[in-house]
């Protein structure tokens, strides 16, 4: 069974510009949640979509959005970028069986904003 | 304030010394979940815990769930440079939530 991919794997971008990951995840599984990582902050949850829909979302500005389409797969968006949004963005995908709620992650998207 | 603290927050040992590092919270989790991650890649779930005092075994890794789900502990034995990585505990909350720890990053000097 292929693991969850996300493309692309690095990113370079400037201030002001918009960027869109994208992440497929394991099939079967309908839940992606996406997070940010950095090293002073850690796993930061961004959002988490579920057949389509938010389900929930963390402490983030409104610069970050996301969606997920019918295959569930998922991108996120990230508009007027800041350098502070350098960042390993991590997607990971859940089947969200009853009663356990296990991840399983990509291998993330190295941001760089300068 | 992380929900889930993890000590210590860096680990440095010689290969074949043992090590255990800890996972706290004052909350209650259905699950707890033990990840590693190597730099520039994703996490990787090593187990998922569920039963208040259980103990799980995966060759020399022992996780144990505290007996009130709110803590668990990994202990690593006869540690080898291939157990370099940052180590994540991560509990799903009463809200169906998942919450992470900030991590232990643990590196074994051959």
């Known amino acids: 069974k292929a693991g969850v991919t996300q493309t692309p794997r690095y990113l370079i971008k400037t201030r002001g510009q918009q960027v869109t990951l994208s992440c497929s995840p394991i099939?079967?599984?309908?839940?992606v949640s996406w997070y940010q990582q950095t090293p002073g902050q850690g796993l930061q949850f961004l959002f988490e979509?579920?057949?389509?829909?938010?389900?929930n979302k963390g402490n983030f500005p409104g610069r970050f959005s996301g969606r997920q389409f019918s295959n569930s797969r998922s991108e996120m968006n990230v508009s007027t970028l800041e350098l502070g949004d350098s960042a390993l963005y991590l997607c990971?995908?859940?089947?969200?069986?009853?009663?356990?709620?296990?991840?399983?992650f990509g291998p993330g998207t190295r941001l760089t904003v300068l | 304030t992380q929900l889930l603290e993890q000590s210590p927050q860096f680990l440095s040992i010689q290969e074949g010394e043992n090590l255990t590092v800890y996972c706290n919270s004052s909350?209650?989790?259905?699950?707890l979940q033990w990840y590693r991650q190597e730099p520039g890649e994703g996490p990787v779930l090593l187990v998922t815990?569920?039963?208040?005092?259980e103990v799980k075994k995966l060759k020399r890794l022992t996780f144990q769930f505290g007996d009130a789900r709110k803590d668990s502990s990994l202990h690593i034995t006869a540690a080898q440079p291939g157990d370099t990585g940052l180590y994540l505990c991560?509990?799903?909350?009463?809200?169906?939530?998942?919450?992470f720890g900030a991590g232990t990053r643990l590196t074994v000097k051959p």
């Open positions: 815990v569920v039963t208040g005092g």
């Open positions: 991560a509990g799903e909350d009463n809200n169906n939530d998942m919450r």
């Open positions: 909350s209650v989790f259905s699950s």
């Open positions: 099939s079967g599984h309908r839940s």
């Open positions: 979509y579920f057949s389509e829909t938010q389900r």
């Open positions: 990971a995908s859940s089947l969200k069986a009853s009663g356990i709620y296990e991840q399983f």
